[in-house]
């Protein structure tokens, strides 16, 4: 048995739902925080999270980061080097989608040349009238990033378990691999 | 002392960051390299040894992979408490074998030496050995 521990952060445009999310992840899939309010810092939440089929767990720090543009670069200074991304958009919203690269490119300053695996997650999927990503086209900038693509629905509980899930398998199955690399080692 | 383990001196790890089952703290102290502990996530991470009795140590030399900053700290005292800083080093990247790396610590008394990896070249690192020269 194995607890792993993994720096997970949870980045996306203003108002996709990170913080529902969170709130989702927080409650098991109970909660939904039905009043808006704008996260203006970061916010903490641990979540523990079993691998399935394996007796291995996956401690969750989630990095609940303001996406407004005039408050990101406050925030970064709180993120640290991270394990993980949950890359969160508005599937109604063309322009969160599209922001997504430059969050990537944010992301990518913080990992000091480390693989970081992670999650895109299209959020808002119960708004199906007013969709503008098609989730092809997501899936394929997902793939394009070497990240795994989930649609979910905060408020109608929809899916919210799956990208927990993705990040704890692929941190995971980081740790096999570089397990494995460390017990082919040559002496020093 | 180098060719002696630690364990076979009555040391003890009685503080590790880490746990996966299948590779122990133990495993630090044993002075076998092919035996390892390995950190699971996150920095920094730290582990503590605890000498049967005050040791005199003029250096500590490190076996591990991928950690890049380590900090050591000593105590004379009965509990894992009150450390002072002894020494610290940048380590450097190798690729596809282990680290070695001696550190003087001037030859101070300790009864526990604590090693604190703040950074690391990769998401996860291991200690293979740590030994000891008087």
């Given amino acids: 048995m194995v607890k792993l521990r993994a720096r997970c952060l949870l980045l ?80 109604t919203s063309e322009q969160s989608f599209a922001s997504c690269s430059h969050w990537m490119e944010r992301v990518h300053a913080h990992c000091e040349g480390l693989h970081v695996p992670g999650v895109l997650v299209g959020n808002k999927s119960d708004l199906s009238a007013r969709r503008e990503v ?20 905060a408020k109608e509980m929809e899916n919210c378990d799956a990208p927990l899930l993705g990040l704890a398998r692929a941190f995971h199955s980081l740790y096999q691999e570089r397990r494995e690399t460390i017990q082919n080692l040559s002496p020093g | 002392m180098i060719d002696s383990s630690l364990t ?26 092919t035996t390892f502990w390995m950190s699971t996530g996150m920095f920094p991470q730290e582990f503590i040894i605890c000498f049967a009795e005050p040791t005199m140590i003029s250096a500590v030399t490190v ?49 526990h030496l604590r090693f604190i990896i703040t950074s690391g070249y990769d998401h996860f690192v291991s200690v293979h050995r740590v030994s000891v020269q008087n």
């Fill in chain 1, 12 to 91: 996306g445009d203003a108002a996709v739902g990170k913080s529902a999310l969170c709130h989702m992840f927080h409650s098991d899939g109970t909660l939904f925080q039905k009043n808006y309010s704008m996260t203006t810092g970061v916010g903490l939440l641990m979540k523990c999270v079993n691998v399935p089929e394996t007796n291995d767990s996956v401690e969750l720090y989630i990095i609940d980061s303001a996406g407004k543009e005039t408050l990101v670069e406050a925030c970064e200074k709180m993120w640290g080097q991270p394990s993980l991304l949950c890359l969160v958009f508005d599937l």
């Fill in chain 2, 8 to 33: 076979s001196l009555g040391a003890k790890v009685v503080v590790a960051t880490s746990s996966d089952e299948n590779h122990p703290p133990e495993n630090i102290i044993d002075g076998n390299t």
């Fill in chain 2, 63 to 111: 076996d591990s992979f991928n950690v890049k900053h380590l900090k050591i700290e000593k105590n004379t005292s009965q509990n894992a408490s009150n450390f002072a800083f002894v020494g610290e080093k940048e380590l450097e990247h190798t690729d596809g074998h282990i680290q070695t790396n001696a550190v003087s610590l001037n030859g101070s008394s300790a009864t």
């Fill in chain 1, 134 to 153: 098609q989730g092809s086209v997501a899936q394929e900038w997902a793939e394009s990033q070497g990240l795994e693509y989930h649609e979910t629905s």
